[in-house]
Nanobody, 121 residues
Framework: QVQLVESGGGLVQAGGSLRLSCAAS????????MGWYRQVPEKQRELVAR???????NYAESVKGRFTISRDNAKNTVYLQMNSLKLEDTAVYYC???????????????WGQGTQVTVSS
C-alpha cells in the first residue's frame, strides 16, 4: 500500500500564500497522476489541481493563475503553491495519488489525511 502525509496547511490572511506538501511512502511501484482536492462542509470534494507523470497540469478555473502544482519524483512528493489566497479557498485540502503498489498490478487512488487551510479577512 501507499501512504500519503500532508503538511503545510494553516491560517493565512487573504492575499497571502501557503505551500502544501504531500509525501508518498510505502510499497510504491510507480506513481501516475498526483493531485489536490478540497472540500468544505456540506459540499462535495472538488478537484483543485492535478499533474501527470509527464508534468502536464490541470487546474480548476477558480484557482488558475493563483495556484501552481508541482512534483518531485525523486521524493515522491507533490506540492501546491497557493498565492493570492481568497476567503473562498478555505477548505480541507486532500492529496490524491494514483499509483501502483509494489507486488500488485492494479493501480489505485490513495488519499492523504487532509490538511486545513483557512483564509481570513
Amino acid at each position: 500500500q501507499v501512504q500519503l502525509v500532508e503538511s503545510g496547511g494553516g491560517l493565512v490572511q487573504a492575499g497571502g500564500s501557503l505551500r502544501l506538501s504531500c509525501a508518498a511512502s510505502g510499497s510504491i511501484f510507480s506513481i501516475n497522476t498526483m493531485g489536490w482536492y478540497r472540500q468544505v462542509p456540506e459540499k462535495q470534494r472538488e478537484l483543485v489541481a492535478r499533474i501527470s507523470s509527464g508534468g502536464s497540469t490541470n487546474y480548476a478555473e477558480s484557482v488558475k493563475g493563483r495556484f501552481t502544482i508541482s512534483r518531485d519524483n525523486a521524493k515522491n512528493t507533490v506540492y501546491l503553491q497557493m498565492n493570492s489566497l481568497k476567503l473562498e479557498d478555505t477548505a480541507v485540502y486532500y492529496c490524491n495519488v494514483n499509483a501502483r503498489a509494489r507486488f500488485w498490478v492494479q493501480v489505485q487512488d490513495y488519499w492523504g489525511q487532509g490538511t486545513q487551510v483557512t483564509v481570513s479577512s
